[in-house]
């Protein structure tokens, strides 16, 4: 069973960047469609955003679309989310988690795997509190 880590969290200013780390124990993360979720207090648990198992096609939430990238490397068992132009609305313990059904083969299919009930690994989490 794949089991994931994550790391990077903290605490930063508005405006400035965070990078995450999730690292997976098996090999066979390099199969898994891979995504990062997010839960602020008081609030249900949301989609950030998603990789294929290739790293080909990313999806974003709106709200992170241009500030946000997903990116994953395979050799080291690792999926990242570098997080630019932070803001106090980003405070959250963000979660990855991974995917194991069908393979996404296209962007349209992993659009489609955007609620958390799609996805069955899940790290422990890291908070990240942006201040004002």
């Known amino acids: 069973q794949v089991q994931l880590v994550e790391s990077g969290g903290g605490l930063v200013q508005a405006g400035g960047s965070l990078r995450l780390s999730c690292t997976a124990s098996?090999?066979?993360?390099?199969?898994?469609?891979m995504a990062w979720f997010r839960q602020a207090p008081g609030k249900e648990r949301e989609f950030v955003a998603s990789?294929?198992?290739?790293?080909?096609?990313?999806s974003y939430t709106d709200s992170v679309k241009g500030r946000f990238t997903i990116s994953r490397d395979t050799a080291k068992n690792t999926l990242y989310l570098q997080m630019n132009s932070l803001t106090p609305e980003d405070t959250a313990i963000y979660y990855c988690?991974?995917?194991?059904?069908?393979?996404?083969?296209?962007?349209?299919?992993?659009?489609?795997?955007?609620?958390?009930?799609?996805?069955?690994?899940w790290g422990q989490g890291t908070q990240v509190t942006v201040s004002s």
């Open positions: 988690a991974a995917f194991s059904g069908n393979s996404p083969r296209k962007i349209s299919d992993l659009n489609k795997i955007r609620d958390r009930s799609e996805y069955d690994v």
């Open positions: 990789i294929s198992w290739s790293g080909g096609f990313m």
């Open positions: 098996e090999v066979i993360f390099s199969r898994y469609a």
